[in-house]
């Protein structure tokens, strides 16, 4: 089958993007996006559906299985893994690469990422107490761990920008585990951030539900920690 990518395309020294296009060719039942983004950049000369010289196209990876989030990215309109989405998955053959609009784009489908980053470690998250595990908690902190970190969640919310006061879906994983986890006094200062950047600013659109790569149930997690984090104040 042959398949056309279009990819917008930002040049690292020229704010204006662009949309290329590439053929790619496969048989293939399991090749990915991220698989053939790696075969276009490995032809010796990439050039376009116009038949012009292209430079490779630059995109963010790790791990190929699902685990690190690095190629997150925008396919036909929706955030996923790179690594996830099959070519098979597209029979009209025609696969619109972009890169998540909420991060500054460093180049092509790069994004930077660190503000997600950076808000966590605004909200403190960690514990400096020993952490308390029940059974309900276990499961709780086992369905949190499961987050990338990859930033999908935050790409469809209608709430999150970055930048804002509202930290969206990717802070609340994190918050969950160390709620569950943590006695009454170390989760005061928990949960007085999780009131400022996350209940306070999610509109309960709940999209992030339906793009987890990781099928985390974002529901479950924020109806929690929101549970959690009000009964533990008392
Ligand atoms: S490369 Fe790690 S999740 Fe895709």
Redesign the pocket.
């Known amino acids: 089958m042959r398949y056309r990518i279009e990819i917008f395309r930002k040049d690292r020294d020229n704010e204006k993007g662009y949309c290329q296009s590439f053929w790619y060719e496969t048989e293939s039942e399991a090749e990915t996006v991220?698989s053939a983004l790696t075969a276009l950049n490995e032809q010796s000369a990439l050039s376009d559906t116009d038949g012009n010289t292209a430079r490779k196209i630059e995109w963010?990876?790790?791990?190929?299985?699902?685990?690190?989030?690095?190629?997150?990215m925008v396919i036909n309109g929706v955030p996923r893994?790179?690594?996830?989405a099959k070519l098979s998955e597209f029979p009209k053959g025609l696969i619109k690469l972009a890169p998540l609009s909420k991060f500054p784009v460093v180049c092509d489908l790069v994004v930077d990422r660190s503000i997600m980053f950076e808000n966590l470690k605004t909200m403190k998250l960690w514990l400096t107490e020993d952490a308390v595990q029940t059974d309900k908690s276990q499961q709780l902190s086992f369905e949190s761990s499961e987050c990338?970190q990859?930033g999908c969640c935050l790409e469809i919310c209608p709430n999150f920008y970055s930048g804002g006061k509202f930290y969206g879906m990717s802070a609340v994983p994190v918050t969950m585990r160390l709620l569950s986890e943590s006695d009454k006094k170390a989760s005061k200062e928990i949960i007085k951030q999780y009131a400022k950047h996350t209940f306070a600013g999610c509109g309960k659109s709940l999209a992030c539900r339906n793009v987890c790569?990781k099928k985390i149930d974002t529901e479950n997690l924020l109806v929690n920690a929101n549970a959690i984090a009000i009964w533990k104040r008392f």
């Open positions: 991220a963010d990876c790790s791990c190929l299985q699902k685990k690190c989030g690095a190629c997150a893994l790179a690594c996830q990338i990859c790569p």
